[in-house]
């Protein structure tokens, strides 16, 4: 029986025909629209899919098993990375697929906030050195099996840049069960040395890593808390140490809030030495006094580096008078911090005639250092005779009204100090002034030199674009 047939039927049965009822809407029977009723209730009038985007659909659905991407037309590859699963193992995918596009899709599914600016701008860069940070954060010394790193290593060597590890994770160790009365014996045998990662199975095989911070502690402790899980190591020293030596590329090195003291230090020293190409040193909020400093003043002379962070250590007056002995020699030191020091004003002047005759130092940071008005009187000489500083940070040091004075007879003849920071200082608000308006006219005269430059750039190259004429 055919369709229109069965129709007819129904509506003899019912007694019914498409005008004999007015009120009733036709439209609201879908039956009575449609003049064939298909027997496949699948069937549609889509088009079959060309061959090209069924092989595409079948490479994209089959990548993990077998990834074919070289081969395929530009146009093809495309379609292929914007449809790939961002769950596909990286031993696939991270030597084979350089597409951004890819693992800014892996990033935003694996972390919530991603700032790209702190990766070199590159999403293949930030997915590795964010993973490679998560696994040395969460491993644990004698738990941890090792494969897990050295396996990842040939698939991020090429592309970790910078790592930045915030917390190392000590041993596990369980202490035997004692009797209470033996309880207080325990407590004061059992203490351990409780090694950390170790850097030197990771650190060599990085063939770019140029930028390393790392922190010696636990975050996020709660009542686990214990001293000794913070403590840097002599083993960790040894590793590290050993570990940044063989790391060639490195240029950047920050071991803040690691209490490393002086002896740790001359030994992390002695295997930066001949250092190729580390330029900058942060070892901020440690425990460095004058022997260590001595140990760095030796480093100035024998690196490259342009940068050196030494803020709230124990550096006295013969710590800086170390690094004062190195810095009147030429070196490609430009920036020193020394600030929350005890270096005092026999330390202070002692930077101060050093900086008199430095070729090179640019910025200079003594704030909150115990100084007074004999540093102001050495500081004023520096001002009017040095032409390469910009920078400096007196703040938080009693220099008082008549070494503000002596500042500003000092500062009047200097034409290149871009700031100068005097808070808390109890000088007066007329030196203040003066000595802002004297930084605004550098500053101004800056911009207009920069302005100049742009302009002449403009000019020879507009100049040189121009075709010839006849």
């Known amino acids: 029986m055919t369709s229109m047939s069965k129709t007819a039927t129904e509506m003899d049965q019912h007694n019914l025909s498409p005008s004999s009822d007015p009120n009733k809407n036709a439209a609201s029977d879908p039956r009575r629209m449609r003049r064939i009723i298909a027997e496949d209730p699948e069937w549609s009038l889509a088009t079959v899919p060309t061959l090209v985007d069924l092989c595409l659909n079948h490479i994209i659905t089959n990548f ?19 449809k790939i699963s961002t769950e596909i193992p990286i031993q696939v995918t991270a030597n084979l697929v350089g597409d951004e596009g890819y693992w800014r899709r892996c990033c935003l599914e694996c972390w919530e906030v991603c700032d790209m600016s702190k990766h070199g701008g590159s999403w293949k860069s930030m997915f590795f050195e964010r993973l490679l940070k998560n696994i040395i954060e969460h491993f644990i010394p004698e738990t941890t099996d090792q494969v897990v790193i050295l396996e990842l290593v040939p698939l991020c060597k090429n592309y970790v840049r910078r790592l930045e590890i915030s917390q190392l994770l000590p041993p596990v160790k369980q202490l035997p069960e004692v009797e209470e009365d033996d309880i207080s014996e325990v407590g004061s045998n059992s203490e351990t040395s409780l090694d950390h990662f170790d850097f030197s199975m990771l650190l060599p095989k990085l063939l770019k890593l140029e930028e390393l911070h790392v922190t010696y ?10 001293w000794s899980i913070f403590e840097f190591t002599n083993t960790d020293c040894r590793l590290l140490a050993k570990a940044i030596k063989a790391c060639i590329s490195l240029k950047v090195l920050k071991l803040t809030r690691n209490k490393i003291d002086d002896d740790k230090l001359r030994v992390l020293i002695k295997h930066m030495l001949d250092h190729p190409s580390l330029m900058e040193l942060d070892l901020s909020h440690n425990k460095i006094g004058d022997r260590g400093t001595r140990a760095i003043a030796k480093l100035v002379l024998s690196s490259k580096l342009e940068k050196i962070d030494l803020c709230n250590n124990e550096i006295k007056a013969h710590g800086a008078k170390a690094l004062s002995y190195k810095l009147r020699r030429y070196t490609t030191l430009r920036s020193l911090n020394l600030r929350l020091n005890q270096i005092g004003d026999d330390g202070g002047q002692a930077i101060g005639r050093a900086l008199i005759k430095s070729p090179t130092l640019e910025e200079i940071h003594l704030g909150s250092n115990e100084l007074t008005e004999p540093m102001a009187m050495v500081l004023s000489e520096v001002l009017a005779k040095n032409s390469v500083l910009k920078c400096i940070d007196l703040s938080c040091n009693s220099i008082g009204p008549d070494g ?22 109890e000088i007066n608000q007329e030196t203040e002034y003066f000595i802002n308006q004297v930084l605004y006219n550098n500053q101004e005269r800056v911009r207009e030199d920069m302005c100049k430059q742009k302009l002449v750039k403009a000019t020879n190259s507009s100049t040189t674009d121009a075709p010839y004429s006849i």
């Open 404 to 425: 503000g004075k002596q500042l500003q007879e000092g500062i009047a003849k200097n034409r290149t100090l871009l700031k100068f920071d005097l808070r808390l200082t």
């Open 217 to 226: 502690g636990v975050k996020d402790c709660g009542m686990n808390f214990e």
């Open 64 to 82: 993990g098993s077998n990834p074919i991407l070289k081969r395929l037309l530009k146009h093809h590859k495309e379609r292929v990375l914007e």
